[in-house]
């Protein structure tokens, strides 16, 4: 073999390795699909006064945790992913501290909220109030039908006897809830602090599940879940590092386009509001490559404009 065809040789095996490692980038750099609206899992639903829920919506995948957790009621529903994280939340307080929390109140029909509602609001005009002001300070506490939570199947109240009560905070168990249960994916919904934001009264009985990390975000901004939607509402994502994972953040979006893409989609969520909320979960080292890939893409394209280059040889 001559000088020159070794030489010719070594580049030639050279522009193949730049080929090949040119294809890795624009894998890389190629654009994510846009995300799956049949994905959409309604576990972060915006549910309140103003953003009601339709009378005939009903989850699909309600299981009862009566059996599994302490109740006061035969049956207990929420749906599968807060039953699962509520019935680990339960345990783990009975191995901690030997005590017993009960579940009052878990997933309730469009219909039994209309009765609750009405039966609320009848004994206090039974108590002599107005019918305007018995409204009033029933709806601060009962929901009206369509705009409990109750509905969604993701929230649940509890208590240590039977009854929900405000010394609920006050308890043993009230204080390790109020403590822990952003661990588990679940919220404090209706803050002391907060009730001009929520419109319902101080509940320290009512927790509602929204998963991990949305839990975990809310608990460090000291928001209420209203805070929480209209910061994404406005801002459009929200980023939060990974507690498991060094190096990982998750990049929470809302959008209401659906033809958006987003690289590494965990789920998508409507939220009542006419947007959806995409959970993601990206490696910085990989966020790191797509944007290097990208501007090797864009400066490449002049590169191998003069595409004569592995053609020489
Ligand atoms: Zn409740």
């Given at each position: 073999m001559s000088k020159i065809s070794g030489i010719r040789q070594y580049i030639r095996q050279l522009a193949l390795a730049l080929a090949g490692a040119?294809?890795?980038?624009?894998?890389?750099?190629?654009?994510?699909?846009?995300?799956?609206?049949?994905?959409?899992?309604?576990l972060l639903l915006l549910v309140n006064g103003k953003h009601t829920l339709p009378a005939d919506y009903q989850p699909n995948d309600l299981v009862d945790t009566a059996g599994r957790a302490p109740s006061k009621k035969g049956v207990m529903q929420l749906r599968a992913a807060a039953a699962e994280a509520y019935v680990q939340m339960m345990a783990d307080y009975k191995a901690e501290t030997g005590g017993k929390v009960y579940s009052i109140s878990g997933f309730r029909t469009y219909a039994y909220q209309s009765r609750l509602f009405n039966s609320k609001l009848a004994s206090r005009r039974n108590s002599g109030l107005s019918y305007g002001s018995a409204y009033k300070a029933?709806?601060?506490?009962?929901a009206l039908p369509g705009a409990s939570e109750h509905q969604t199947g993701l929230a649940i109240d509890l208590s240590t006897g039977s009854v929900l009560s405000e010394s609920f905070r006050n308890t043993g168990a009230g204080k390790w809830l109020m403590a822990n249960c952003w661990d588990y994916g679940f919220?404090?919904?209706?803050?002391e602090?907060?009730?001009?934001?929520?419109?319902?009264?101080?509940?320290?009985?009512?927790?509602?599940?929204?998963?991990?990390p949305h839990s975990l975000i809310i608990r460090d901004n000291n928001w209420v879940y209203e805070e929480y939607?209209?910061?994404?509402?406005?801002?459009?994502?929200?980023?939060?590092?990974?507690?498991?994972?060094a190096g990982c953040v998750y990049r929470i979006y809302r959008t209401d386009d659906i033809t958006d893409e987003y690289p590494g989609i965990v789920s998508v969520s409507s939220d009542n509001m006419g947007g959806y909320i995409i959970t993601t979960h990206i490696d910085r080292l990989d966020d790191i490559l797509t944007a290097w890939?990208?501007?090797?893409?864009r400066g490449g394209l002049i590169f191998f404009g003069h595409g004569a280059l592995l053609n020489v040889f």
């Open positions: 040119w294809l890795i980038v624009l894998a890389a750099a190629a654009p994510a699909p846009a995300f799956d609206t049949s994905l959409d899992d309604e029933t709806v601060m506490y009962t919220i404090l919904r209706y803050d602090a907060k009730t001009d934001l929520t419109a319902i009264s101080y509940e320290p009985w009512h927790y509602r599940y929204v998963g991990l939607i209209s910061y994404l509402q406005e801002n459009g994502s929200i980023e939060y590092a990974d507690p498991e994972q890939a990208e501007q090797a893409v």
